[in-house]
């Protein structure tokens, strides 16, 4: 069994993390995920499990707390008639076969390589936030025929890679199509429970040397059930303080942050 103070720690540091997640989530409407696999691993690293394979525990429980999450967010979307279920349902298939491919892929890779993926991601989703338009458009409605079979799996894939949902690639791909901001973070959500489910039943049979204590599978229980808490709880201030404020700024500092961090991913990755 592991030691009580250490359990302490960690169970001290997770209620941050997820506090933090959730007023950010509530607040700039980012995906957990993003700010979660770096939260973790960070996390546990500190308190001394950094075994090869720490990577797929960050993802895997990242995506994990993504069924949850995501799964209330479209309920909630739904309700206000946000959703658009003709771009959910001819997307699923494609976005779940990435996620399956996804997955496979990060459960056979090492952590540092997960990492350098992570780092390189990171860096172009900070950049898309900090620099992006509203106003670009790759095409005036959403891709069909082979586009949308290269696209789709294409989304699913790498964000099991990075262990996140659909907002950090389908809200941007969507609103490149000329699809309605709100209407695309509300179909994004849906997105997220497609990406997560597969993944997560895949990481959840997967072996994992030296991994935080009550881990099942790549799926660290504590961790979980923390985490979706403390965002259930918080979330609700973030989205009371973007009604409050203008977000947009903080979106800009935020975008620095996330880019700070995924270049400090990439750095430890090659070893500086």
Request: with cysteine; charged share 10%; glycine share 12%.
């Amino acid at each position: 069994m592991p030691e009580t103070g250490l359990l302490l720690q960690m169970l001290v540091m997770l209620l941050a993390i997820g506090a933090f997640a959730g007023v950010l989530a509530g607040l700039l409407g980012v995906g957990g995920g993003i700010i979660l696999v770096p939260a973790f691993f960070y996390a546990f690293q500190v308190l001394g499990y950094d075994g090869p394979q720490l990577m797929q525990v960050c993802l895997a429980t990242s995506l994990a707390t993504i069924v949850v999450t995501s799964v209330r967010s479209v309920l909630s979307h739904n309700k206000k008639g946000a959703v658009d279920w003709e771009i959910l349902r001819s997307w699923a298939i494609g976005i779940g076969i990435g996620a399956v491919f996804g997955m496979l892929l990060a459960s056979s890779l090492r952590s540092i390589t997960l990492q350098a993926i992570f780092g390189c991601l990171g860096v172009v989703i900070g950049l898309y936030m900090g620099f992006g338009r509203s106003e670009w458009r790759l095409g005036q409605e959403m891709p069909k025929g082979l586009k949308r079979a290269v696209l789709s799996p294409t989304v699913g894939f790498l964000s099991v890679l990075m262990g996140i949902g659909g907002g950090s690639f389908g809200v941007p791909l969507m609103s490149l199509f000329n699809v309605p901001i709100h209407r695309a973070v509300a179909t994004a959500a849906g997105f997220g429970v497609i990406i997560a489910v597969p993944a997560v039943i895949g990481f959840l049979f997967v072996s994992i040397d030296g991994a935080p204590p009550y881990t099942v599978g790549a799926v660290n229980l504590v961790a979980f059930a923390v985490i979706v808490s403390m965002t259930m709880i918080t979330a609700p201030y973030g989205v009371k303080l973007a009604h409050a404020m203008d977000p947009k700024p903080l979106k800009r500092v935020f975008a620095v942050f996330l880019t700070l961090v995924a270049l400090n991913m990439l750095r430890k990755a090659l070893g500086y």
